[in-house]
């Protein structure tokens, strides 16, 4: 089976389970991962026997060029949901329900409005899908990390004390557009100085503040997201923001050591704050570890203490972030992206993690 077939039966093993004649799939994840185009706007239905996919003209012709042979690509209304509800005899269609808004549902109920169906939410079911990654996935979001490691080499050599953190965040993304990144995994994040005690603060268009400047972005390839965040010190780092740096260092190696399949997700999370906890800066480490990255940035599964018993597989991909913020002063985050694997892990990220001083 190549990877779309294994997709397709997949899915509808999980569709029989559930009960499912049909899904109708509107958010661009799901379009992707089931027909191989990334469409915006475009949708797909998928039955026990057959899969269509609608595109209207601005993006027919790709459609035609590039979706899975699994799937038939039409116009839209050509069929209509109702012909494929009548000659295929359905009764239950899943929908997206956490992706499909009340009035596209409102739309969907009108257009088979004739047909005796129900209608019933999916779910988790994409998402559960999309946890394990299969070795493709592995290679694009690696793909996308390696273009993020050249990013951090190149701003590291390019920032000087006139620069904005606007200025750095455009850099990194105009950096990784021309090394084959099709857009930002997301809105980058830049901040420095007293702005670093955000999370995710948002870059200003003022000159670096001297003290931390921590940088959180990534590529995406192929649709696939990376994930990497760096705090690196604008001048001098005085003794006790070396103590706070490498506090969160120490948490995020011993975080990743215990990443393996079979771990539970929630002791990666108290590993590293017993570490924080520990070297006195209880309470200030205020976001759980990490989270899934695929075709979403923040996916299934998470690392953090509300996961009770669930645990680790191979084939997840995971990041590890922990982050010491202390309000109005400074903070700082180290994140890698570490892949699950049987017995163990493979950290994903190849970029330093001693503190530099520009
Ligand atoms: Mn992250």
């Known amino acids: 089976m190549n990877k779309m077939e294994l997709r397709y039966a997949k899915l509808r093993a999980k569709m029989k389970e559930l009960g499912l004649d049909a899904i109708y799939i509107n958010s661009p994840e799901n379009h992707l991962y089931m027909t191989d185009f990334d469409n915006p706007d475009g949708w797909a239905f998928v039955t026990l026997e ?13 459609a035609k060029a590039e979706v899975t042979s699994l799937c038939e690509v039409c116009l839209p209304g050509k069929p209509s949901f109702e012909e494929i509800a009548s000659e295929y005899g359905l009764k239950t269609i899943g929908y997206e329900d956490r992706r499909l808004t009340c009035s596209s549902f409102a739309s969907l109920e009108n257009a088979l409005k004739n047909c005796k169906v129900e209608f019933a939410p999916v779910g988790g079911l994409f998402t559960d899908l999309r946890t394990v990654k299969t070795d493709d996935e592995v290679e694009n979001i690696e793909a996308a990390q390696r273009i993020a490691e050249a990013a951090f080499d190149h701003i590291v050599k390019t920032i000087t004390y006139d620069m904005t953190e606007t200025e750095v965040a455009a850099e990194l993304e105009y950096f990784m557009k021309r090394h084959g ?31 931390f400047l921590t940088m959180d972005y990534g590529a995406l390839v192929k ?31 011993a975080a990743i050591e ?19 906890d520990g070297a006195g800066y209880a309470g200030l480490f205020s976001h759980g570890l990490g989270h899934g990255v695929g ?5 299934s599964p998470n690392l953090n203490g509300r996961m009770g ?3 680790l597989h191979p084939g997840e991909i995971v990041t590890v972030e922990p982050g010491i913020y202390i309000e109005g002063k400074y903070g700082c985050r180290i994140e890698d992206m570490v892949l699950v694997t049987p017995g163990g892990s493979r950290d994903l990220t190849n970029c330093p993690k001693e503190l530099i001083e520009i």
């Open 223 to 253: 649709g696939y997201h990376s994930d990497m965040t760096r705090t690196v010190v604008i001048g001098k780092a005085d003794e006790e923001m070396k103590k706070l740096y490498n506090t969160v260092l120490r948490a995020q190696v």
């Open 50 to 62: 057959k899969a269509w996919v609608w595109a209207d003209m601005r993006y027919y012709e790709a």
């Open 258 to 276: 215990a990443v393996t399949d079979g771990a539970k997700n929630a002791d990666m999370d108290r590993i590293a704050r017993e570490i924080i």
């Open 181 to 211: 990144s099709e857009k930002p995994s997301f809105d980058t994040i830049a901040v420095s100085g007293s702005a670093s005690s955000r999370p995710h603060g948002v870059p200003r268009p003022v000159k670096l503040e001297k003290g």
């Open 295 to 299: 075709l979403e940035i923040h996916e």
């Open 309 to 311: 018993d669930a645990v």
